[in-house]
C-alpha cells in the first residue's frame, strides 16, 4: 500500500506539476471559467449578472486524484465597466496538497468602433490571493526507504522545510476583442492575458527565493454561420508559464432545436497530451456542459490510462431593461 501511494504522488506530481515547470491548474472548458482566463472576458456575455460552476477530476484511477471545482461571478453596468469575483481550490496527492485561488476583476468595455460600434475591445485587470499548503505528515521521502528493512516513518528526510503553508498576494491583466455584430457570417473573438504579473513567491524551503512564474495566454475563434439554425466555432488556446507550455485547438457545433435551446458538441485536442470531446446544451438563460479528457502522452500510459472528465454550469441574468435584439456573439468554450 504504501508503495502505491508513493507511485500515485509521483504521478500527480508530474502531471500537474511538470517537475516544477507548470504551476497553474487547468480546464479544457477554459470559457467556462472566463475571468480566471482572462480578466478582460468579465462582462462578456448578454446579460446583467452570470454565475458559473466548473469542477474537473484529473486521474482518477489514482489513489487521491486532482479534484478542481471553481465558481465565478460576474456583472456588466451600464458605465462600460464589468466586475467579477472568482475562487478556485485543487485538491491533490497523498500529502494533502491545497491550492486555492481567489480573484475580484474588473474590464472596461468603452472602446468601441465599427458600424454601430459592434467590434468592441476589453482591458480588464484582477487583484487577488494564492494560498498553498500541504500536510508533511501524509508525505513519504525517498531517505525513508531501506532495502533492508524497508519503509521507516521515524527516518529522517534531509529536507528543509520552513513552513507549509504560504499565502501570496497576485495580479494579472488581459484584453480582449470580439465583434458582437448579428447576421454575419464569420465573427471572429480573440485575447491575451499575463498572470502572476507580482511574481508571488512560492516558497516552502528554508532557503531559496522560488516565485511564481509569469503565465502568459492567448486564445481566439472564429464563429462560422453555416445556416440559420447552426455554425462551427473552431478556436485555439497556447499558454505558456516557465518553460511550460499548453497548446489546444478544437472546434464545437452549435444547432438551434428548439425556440429556447441550443445543442453543442464538439472536441479539443491538447497538443501531445488529450484528446477531448465536448457535449453541451444552452437552455434559456443555463448552459450545462460536459467533457472528457482521453489522455494520449506517454504519463498516460504509465497510470493505465487514466483519463479525466469535467462538469460545468453557467446560468445568465437578463437585462432588466429593454434593448434592442441583438445576438450577442461571445465565446462558449
Request: proline share 4%; with cysteine; aromatic share 12%.
Amino acid at each position: 500500500m504504501r508503495i502505491t501511494k508513493i507511485t500515485a504522488m509521483g504521478l500527480l506530481l508530474l502531471a500537474g506539476m511538470g517537475s516544477a515547470k507548470a504551476q497553474d491548474p487547468h480546464y479544457t472548458q477554459y470559457y467556462v471559467y472566463p475571468s480566471w482566463l482572462n480578466p478582460a472576458l468579465t462582462g462578456v456575455f448578454d446579460g446583467s449578472a452570470r454565475v458559473s460552476a466548473i469542477y474537473r477530476n484529473q486521474w482518477g484511477n489514482i489513489a487521491s486524484p486532482y479534484q478542481t471545482p471553481g465558481v465565478s461571478a460576474d456583472f456588466n453596468t451600464n458605465k462600460n465597466a464589468a466586475f467579477g469575483v472568482n475562487v478556485l481550490n485543487q485538491r491533490a496527492g497523498d500529502g494533502g496538497f491545497n491550492y486555492t485561488t481567489a480573484y475580484a476583476s474588473m474590464a472596461y468595455s468603452g472602446v468601441r468602433f465599427g458600424a454601430n460600434g459592434y467590434k468592441r475591445l476589453n482591458m480588464g485587470f484582477q487583484l487577488g490571493m494564492i494560498q498553498r499548503r500541504f500536510d508533511i505528515s501524509k508525505m513519504s521521502f525517498g531517505e525513508q526507504w531501506n532495502p533492508s528493512t524497508g519503509y521507516n516513518p521515524g527516518a529522517g528526510t534531509g529536507e528543509s522545510l520552513s513552513k507549509t503553508s504560504a499565502t501570496s498576494f497576485d495580479a494579472g491583466v488581459g484584453v480582449m476583442y470580439y465583434d458582437a455584430e448579428s447576421g454575419k457570417k464569420t465573427n471572429l473573438f480573440a485575447g491575451v492575458s499575463a498572470s502572476h504579473i507580482t511574481r508571488p513567491t512560492d516558497q516552502f524551503s528554508a532557503s531559496g527565493d522560488a516565485k511564481i512564474p509569469v503565465r502568459y495566454t492567448g486564445h481566439a475563434g472564429l464563429r462560422i454561420m453555416i445556416n440559420e439554425v447552426a455554425s462551427i466555432t473552431p478556436n485555439l488556446l497556447y499558454m505558456r508559464q516557465g518553460s511550460a507550455e499548453e497548446k489546444m485547438v478544437g472546434a464545437y457545433l452549435q444547432m438551434n432545436v428548439a425556440e429556447d435551446a441550443d445543442f453543442m458538441i464538439g472536441a479539443n485536442y491538447r497538443i501531445k497530451d488529450a484528446i477531448s470531446p465536448y457535449i453541451g446544451v444552452y437552455v434559456k438563460e443555463f448552459l450545462i456542459g460536459a467533457s472528457y479528457d482521453v489522455n494520449t502522452s506517454d504519463l498516460g500510459k504509465m497510470a493505465k490510462g487514466s483519463n479525466s472528465f469535467e462538469l460545468s454550469l453557467s446560468y445568465i441574468f437578463k437585462r432588466a431593461e429593454k434593448t434592442p435584439e441583438v445576438k450577442f456573439i461571445c465565446p462558449r468554450l
